[in-house]
């Protein structure tokens, strides 16, 4: 089944060191979201890519960071995780235009120690 | 101002019900796309419903629809025959033809009661 896959679904990091997420999809779409999400509040769009082009939302703080190495594949790197950043990392895909909905990865849950 | 206003933040509703969840949306955009997506206490985002702004007909998918009022800029969803399995958490988001980004509402907790 065509799907977006993220991993690890958990990660635990210590303060201060550096980890990568993963996500990865096998739909071929152009556009491809992180987003992290805290506790029953929404999802907050970190950055998102339309094809190679990155977009990087104003108030996603610069500890965060992406890379889109080929359609298929992307990675969400802190580069120093703070407490504050422990939430669910969602990934998800969409092809370009205003009626295509967003399909989501189950998630990589983040705890910082 | 938001783009998407979700209201309520928890729900209530008595299994085989009705229920209704609201959502207001604003934006300058003629084409725009709304979407209602149900997150589970799991975590997992699955997408329920969409009605395109251009759309004539209020968009209906099983046991859900959406009640959709261009003038008012409201995409109301409603789920009719509520059951356990819908406790969850809904989230209304909109697309606009500018740009790839969704912007989601702050979500509604439904919780179905036996």
């Known amino acids: 089944d065509a799907m977006v896959i993220q991993n690890p679904r958990y990660q635990v990091t210590q303060f201060g060191k550096p980890v990568t997420l993963s996500c990865s999809q096998t739909?071929?779409?152009?556009?491809m979201y992180w987003y992290q999400q805290k506790s029953s509040q929404a999802p907050k769009l970190l950055f998102h890519y339309y094809d190679k082009d990155f977009n990087n939302e104003a108030d996603t703080p610069d500890n965060f960071q992406s890379r889109r190495p080929n359609t298929s594949f992307c990675f969400l790197d802190i580069r120093s995780p703070g407490l504050g950043d422990a939430a669910m990392y969602l990934c998800?895909?969409?092809?370009?235009?205003?009626?295509?909905?967003?399909?989501f990865g189950p998630g990589t849950r983040l705890t910082v120690l | 101002a938001q783009k998407i206003t979700q209201t309520q933040p928890g729900m209530f509703v008595q299994e085989k019900e009705a229920v209704t969840l609201d959502c207001t949306y604003d934006?300058?955009?003629?084409?725009?796309?709304l979407f209602w997506y149900k997150q589970p206490s799991s975590g997992e985002m699955i997408f329920l419903i969409y009605?395109?702004?251009?759309?004539?007909q209020n968009a209906t998918e099983g046991r859900y629809s959406l009640n959709f009022q261009k003038a008012r800029k409201s995409a109301n969803l409603v789920i009719s025959a509520s059951q356990l399995g819908d406790s969850a958490m809904y989230f209304c988001a909109m697309r606009e033809s500018r740009g790839n980004q969704f912007y989601f509402g702050t979500g509604t907790s439904l919780t179905v009661i036996p």
């Open positions: 998800a895909t969409s092809p370009s235009g205003v009626n295509n909905e967003q399909f």
């Open positions: 934006t300058s955009d003629p084409s725009y796309g």
């Open positions: 009605q395109g702004s251009y759309d004539q």
């Open positions: 739909l071929n779409h152009n556009v």
